[in-house]
């Protein structure tokens, strides 16, 4: 049983082939024969975290690679002046990061969003798994290569793009990312963000956040709720996240 934002609720262990990113995970290539003897020895570990539940902070060592099974996370730094930039979205099926794979320190902060389910695997059978299968490594490039993306898509968009363009932007993406992951089949996701969380994420004011996500429901491009966000115009929205 899951809340209604595909977050788990405590006592029930990730379920694989319920996963909707299973097939372009870590836990795929735990159980795929292909590189079954190089991971033969591989003991996974199964956590659980409520929703608010700060996981990590920058800097901390950790000696196992985790990916999200169910619910949503956010990866994080603190500025300076104590202001937080949400640098991604975690969604099921992400790497926390893929530098934990080589690296024992995270380099940001990572809180949970909603209700947590993870799996952490070992980084010393993962780095031997690596060397001895070298299709691995073409694999664990593409978690990388996916976390590039959006750190570059970030630039972009604090750099270059207005503040309606900002929430448009990350909007249709996280939207994207939920569709190639089969969670969103039409025009409606689970949306469990808060003002708070848009804002830290595309360097706005929560107030500015919500007079612009008002503006966007008053054009129809959206409808949001608690729980649940349908872009109703996505064209519109799209052109409000191409305009630099």
């Known amino acids: 049983m899951t809340l209604g934002n595909g977050s788990p609720t405590a006592g029930n262990p990730p379920t694989c082939?319920?996963?909707?990113?299973?097939?372009?995970?870590?836990?795929?290539?735990f159980t795929d024969a292909t590189f079954a003897d190089a991971l033969v020895d591989t003991k996974i570990d199964d956590h659980f975290a409520p929703a608010r539940r700060s996981l990590w902070r920058a800097g901390d060592p950790?000696?196992?690679?985790?990916?999200?099974?169910?619910?949503?996370?956010?990866?994080?730094?603190?500025?300076?002046d104590g202001r937080r930039q949400i640098l991604s979205f975690l969604l099921p099926g992400d790497l926390v990061s893929a530098a934990l794979i080589f690296d024992p320190v995270i380099h940001c902060s990572v809180d949970a969003v909603t209700d947590l389910r993870y799996r952490a695997f070992p980084r010393a059978e993962l780095k031997q798994a690596l060397a001895r299968k070298p299709k691995l490594l073409a694999i664990v490039s593409r978690f990388s290569a996916k976390e590039s993306a959006r750190a570059d898509r970030l630039a972009i968009d604090l750099g270059r793009r207005?503040?309606?363009?900002r929430i448009a932007s990350l909007i249709l993406t996280l939207a994207e990312r939920l569709r190639k992951r089969g969670m969103m089949p039409d025009k409606t996701m689970d949306f469990?963000?808060?003002?708070?969380?848009?804002?830290?994420?595309?360097?706005?004011?929560?107030?500015?956040?919500?007079?612009?996500?008002?503006?966007?429901?008053?054009?129809?491009?959206?409808?949001?709720?608690?729980?649940?966000l349908t872009i109703a115009d996505q064209p519109g929205l799209s052109r409000i996240a191409d305009e630099l």
Do not use: K, M, Y
């Open 17 to 29: 082939g319920a996963c909707p990113a299973f097939q372009d995970n870590l836990c795929h290539i």
């Open 62 to 80: 950790l000696e196992r690679v985790p990916v999200i099974c169910q619910g949503w996370a956010a990866t994080s730094a603190t500025l300076s």
């Open 162 to 165: 207005g503040a309606a363009a």
């Open 192 to 228: 469990p963000l808060r003002q708070h969380h848009i804002a830290d994420a595309v360097g706005l004011t929560v107030v500015h956040v919500g007079n612009i996500i008002a503006e966007f429901r008053r054009a129809g491009l959206l409808e949001i709720n608690e729980r649940s």
